[in-house]
Structure formats: C-alpha cells, structure tokens
C-alpha cells in the first residue's frame, strides 16, 4: 500500500515542481473507500501547511498529527477536515509523515509524503547572509547527482502566498548555472521566510530543496557609529559611539557592545572587559605617553537580533604619542627651515649675476699721471713711424 501511495505523491509532486508555492498533494490507495477518511491532501499554497481530508462520517473532533525527519509537532484537534501548522516548523523536501484520527475510535488514516526526482539532485550548502542592513546574499551548490543542464531557480515567499517572488539577480557559475541569488531592500522585521530552490532538467526530474528562515539570524550587524574617544587629565578617556543601523527599529535596549582597545605600539597587549549594553565606556589609568587604537562591535540581546557578533567600528587612534615623537617634528622643522633659505639662494645664484646687480663704481681721472702717460704714448706712436726700412740688393758678379 505504501509503495502505491508513494508513487502517487511522486506524480502529483512532479506536476508541483513546475508551479512552486502553488500546489496540492493528494495521496489515495486502492482502500481509500473502506476506511471513514479518505482524500487526504497537503496544501501549501499559503504560509502554513494544510492538511485536508474528506469523511464519510460527521465525526465531531479529528485529531492531526504531522512529523519530518527533523521535527515531531504536538498533535492537535479540531473540529473540522482541516488542519494547519506553521510552515517554518518543517522541511518539506526530507518528507513529511501525516496521521489523521478520530479520538476514541480505531479509525485512523496517514500517509507519508516523500519528494520526487533524482536522489541527490537538489542543491546542497545552502546558506543566506544579510549585510550592509539590506542587502541579501543566498548561495548553493548544485547537486552531485544533477545532470549537466540542471538550472535552478529560488522562489521566495516573505509573509504569505500574495508576498512571493523569484529571486531578480542570480548568482551564475562559469557554466552560466545559477549558485545564488542577491536581494536588495531587505528589512529583518519578525517572522519566518520560506525559500523553495528547485530545478529543472530535460534528462531527469530534479528534486527541491525549501527551508524555512528567520531573517534576523542571518543578518551580520553593522558596526556602531559615531565612535569617539576625549581623554581628560586624570589619566581616564570617554568613550562615546551610537547604536548599528538595522532595516527594522526595535525598542529598548536591544544591544550588547564589546570595547577592543590596544597599545600601537604593543598591539598583542590589548584590553578586553566584558561586553557591556550602555553606549558610554570610560577606560582608566592609561598611559600618557602612548597612543592606544580603539573600536568597537556589537550583538543583538532579547529584542529579535542577531546574536553573533557583528562587524568592528572603524579604528580610531586616541591618546599622546611617545616623548621621541617631538624631537622628530623639531627636526622636521629644522630641515624645513634650511631649505626654506636655501632655495632662494641657490635659485639666485643659478639664474642671477651679481655683477649686474652689482655694478663697479667708476673713479676720478689723476691728470698728472695722465699726462706722463699720453706722452709716452705718443712718442712710441711718433717713433713708430718715423722708422725707415732700406732694402740691400746683393747681385753676384760673374
């Protein structure tokens, strides 16, 4: 009997794949008339999981029971053919055991839902992370049995049947096969996210895979702002900073924050004081002539947040550098001061005479000297020129 209801399931999950989120299973036997409760069926079109079925009898109460691998969920009554749970409270793709009865009576029905398509097909390492407050990273890995032409697509339903959409910006291997999906404008605000991956193949049916999520606990805080540390003369510094940005406001008091302060110049000499939930730190009895680096990261406590620790602040440098530290800026400014002076020089004495600058003064002629001077010119002039060359011809004689 089970074998004929597990290959009806498969059928009717086979024509579901192709409809995601939009789906009724029905599981009948050939013995289905004998019993009271027959037609059962799963319907999981909506943000719960519903679980219908058709009596011969009008019984006053039914009692419904449903388990995964994972999860066994109280039974509950009701007092009609339909019964619902909480969709996060399962994971459809590992099967689901469904169990009808009527209270003080043998007359029982269940059936289990098993997924079909290929053993090893669905994605597997699924994993979505939020960062940057809004922004949606989910990623996987195709399955070790897919075939080689296997795509798949993400379909994600928020907050009911009228909030789903398939995912707008894949995530594409060197194959061109989607391995994730990015979503933008993410707020983390209460309650549970259902996320169906399937695939498709023209060799063989690929199983799904569907996990239910909530939103705050994937999200990596951003870091706190504004941080800001003034330290006073009595050896202490106040430490100031305001809350992460998160996409949905909580009230109260919804973080914790841890203070990570170090010594630059000995940075495995940090301070680390347990995690505190005011925004203000005061840090005592440090050291005035060292510079110390600080920042900070924060958790979600008791208000729906992320309880990992999120992302550290920015460094900040804050108090008084070692005594050497002024010798060097004097010598900085030394140097600076000499080469102030001498560039004008240099610039001058490359591209200025000074001579033309400078020019000689001239002097008061001494006439007596002058005169004796003139004198003796002019009588190397005058004998210069009564000198007389004569010219002797020798001839031979013959």
């Known amino acids: ?209 569907d996990t239910c999520i909530d939103l705050y606990e994937i999200e990596i805080l951003a870091p706190p702002l504004n941080v800001t540390a003034k330290c006073t003369r009595d050896s202490s510094c106040i430490i100031t900073w305001q809350q992460p940005l998160i996409s949905y406001p909580r009230k109260g008091k919804c973080f914790e924050y841890e203070i990570g302060i170090q010594n630059k110049d000995e940075p495995k000499e940090g301070k680390k004081d347990p995690p505190i939930r005011n925004n203000t730190y005061i840090f005592q009895n440090y050291n005035k002539k060292k510079k110390y680096i600080l920042k900070i990261r924060a958790r979600g406590i008791n208000c729906l947040l992320s309880s990992n620790w999120g992302e550290w602040s920015e460094p900040i440098e804050f108090g008084q550098p070692k005594d050497y530290f002024i010798f060097v800026i004097l010598f900085l400014i030394a140097i600076g001061t000499i080469s102030v002076m001498l560039i004008p020089y240099c610039l001058f004495k490359r591209y200025c005479s000074f001579k033309s600058i400078f020019s000689p003064i001239p002097q008061p ?12 010119q002019t009588g190397y002039i005058n004998l210069k020129k009564s000198w007389t060359e004569e010219i002797t011809v020798v001839e031979e004689m013959t």
């Open 1 to 209: 009997m089970f074998n004929t209801l597990g290959l009806i399931c498969m059928i009717w999950w086979y024509m579901m794949l192709f409809h995601p989120l939009h789906a009724d299973i029905q599981c009948t036997g050939p013995k289905a008339q004998e019993s009271a409760i027959r037609n059962m069926k799963i319907n999981w079109r909506t943000g719960e999981l519903e679980l219908s079925w058709n009596s011969s009898k009008n019984f006053i109460t039914y009692k419904c029971t449903t388990e995964d691998k994972i999860t066994e969920i109280l039974p509950q009554e009701v007092n009609s053919s339909v019964c619902s749970f909480a969709k996060e409270q399962y994971i459809l793709h590992k099967g689901v055991l469904c169990i009808i009865e009527v209270p003080n009576t043998n007359i029982s029905k269940n059936f289990t839902f098993i997924p079909g398509g290929v053993n090893g097909s669905a994605i597997e390492n699924f994993s979505c992370v939020i960062y940057n407050v809004s922004l949606m990273n989910c990623t996987w890995q195709a399955g070790r049995e897919a075939p080689g032409d296997t795509q798949y697509f993400l379909y994600w339903q928020y907050s009911g049947p009228n909030d789903t959409k398939e995912c707008e910006l894949y995530i594409k291997d060197k194959n061109g096969r989607n391995i994730g999906c990015r979503f933008e404008n993410v707020t983390t605000k209460p309650g549970s996210s259902y996320i169906l991956v399937n695939g498709s193949s023209n060799v063989s049916q690929i199983q799904f895979y």
């Open 365 to 376: 002629k001494d006439k007596i000297n002058a005169s004796n001077d003139e004198d003796m």
